[in-house]
């Protein structure tokens, strides 16, 4: 389902997919005006692969010269889309789990001019985790809330999920060349999404493994993705509550970290001074240390129900007056952004 007129296209990230990207480009319907298979300087040459058994006038193989991960990969893609003038692009893996004709239920909340970003959902129904390996259940599960901190999206599932449908007006506002370029890619991306306030919609679509094997390590998860997620959940609240704006939720922040500072600082101090003297602490100094931790996370709590309410509810492509022409939608009532 897309908006009559509209240019559609999907980009495949290649590396290590020889043996599964046939059949995934073959199931790519006709609702799709451009395929961009991306070599992301694959040791199986699934792009020379692709040139030669596919007679699909809609794909285009683009080759890197280095390995650059799957987000290099993806935001090559981007901008061959965009330079293009596609309007709308998907992005599909080419190893076989993204089934193909799930396409035109990830454009519906574009097409209904409802979101900026669609994104698929594994954790939606039962049967979906049926399928789904409880290594990675269980991680996703974790990434998930993490990711909902970082990102603000609190409404958003299974952030890792990489079968997602992008408007051109948010990939626009998107600064594609500072994306991580990695394993870290969906993540960042719904972080830059939230910066530009755009709209994302989980899509409920299962998944299928087979007998692929991951390049994702969860040492290297342990490891590269806790300082990235710090660092982009620190930036997204200076950004959103004390730069773009200055509200209720910036008072309790700030609360918040002086009260569980001040608390720590005093009661660290004081029991460092109570264990070299051997002497307890006397009730008054407890309490002094106590009550600012207290107040502290009921301050938290505050500003995260504030940021549960901050969530973006008018796309990108409303605000910017691009639904007009080749992209008209009627769009049904939608509130204000918060």
């Not at 003038?85 to 396409?103: R, T």
């Not at 939606?124 to 999206?153: C, D, E, Q, T, W």
């Not at 959940?233 to 910036?250: A, C, T």
Request: net charge positive; proline share 7%; with cysteine.
């Amino acid at each position: 389902m897309t908006p009559e007129g509209a240019r559609v296209g999907v980009v495949i990230p290649a590396y290590r997919v020889k043996a599964r990207i046939l059949a995934v480009i073959e199931g790519i319907g006709p609702i799709v005006d451009v395929i961009y298979v991306v070599d992301d300087h694959c040791p199986e040459g699934s792009g020379a692969h692709v040139r030669t058994h596919v007679r699909d006038a809609r794909v285009r193989v683009i080759e890197h010269a280095a390995n650059q991960g799957v987000g290099g990969a993806t935001i090559t893609g981007y901008k061959a889309a965009l330079a293009d003038g596609l309007d709308i692009v998907v992005k599909l893996d080419g190893d076989g789990q993204m089934d193909p004709a799930h396409v035109p239920g990830l454009l519906a909340p574009l097409s209904r001019g409802q979101a900026d970003y669609a994104k698929g959902n594994r954790f939606h129904a039962p049967p979906f985790l049926k399928a789904m390996p409880v290594v990675r259940l269980v991680g996703n599960s974790a990434l998930s809330f993490i990711n909902k901190a970082v990102s603000g999206y609190w409404h958003v599932m299974d952030p890792t999920n990489g079968y997602t449908a992008i408007h051109r007006c948010a990939l626009e506002a998107l600064p594609l060349d500072r994306l991580d370029r990695r394993y870290f890619f969906e993540s960042d991306m719904l972080f830059r999404l939230a910066l530009a306030r755009a709209v994302v919609r989980d899509v409920p679509l299962p998944a299928f493994y087979g007998d692929e094997t991951s390049s994702l390590q969860v040492r290297r998860i342990l490891v590269e993705f806790p300082p990235k997620y710090v660092a982009r959940f620190v930036k997204r609240l200076i950004y959103m509550y004390f730069v773009r704006d200055f509200n209720l939720g910036s008072i309790w922040w700030i609360t918040s970290v002086v009260c569980v500072a001040f608390s720590a600082t005093f009661g660290g101090y004081h029991w460092w001074k109570s264990s070299q003297l051997g002497q307890p602490a006397t009730a008054g100094t407890v309490m002094v240390a106590a009550m600012p931790l207290i107040l502290g996370f009921q301050a938290l709590i505050g500003a995260l129900g504030i940021d549960v309410a901050n969530v973006p509810t008018r796309p990108l492509s409303e605000l910017m007056g691009m639904q007009t022409g080749r992209l008209a939608t009627s769009p049904g009532p939608r509130g204000d952004d918060a």
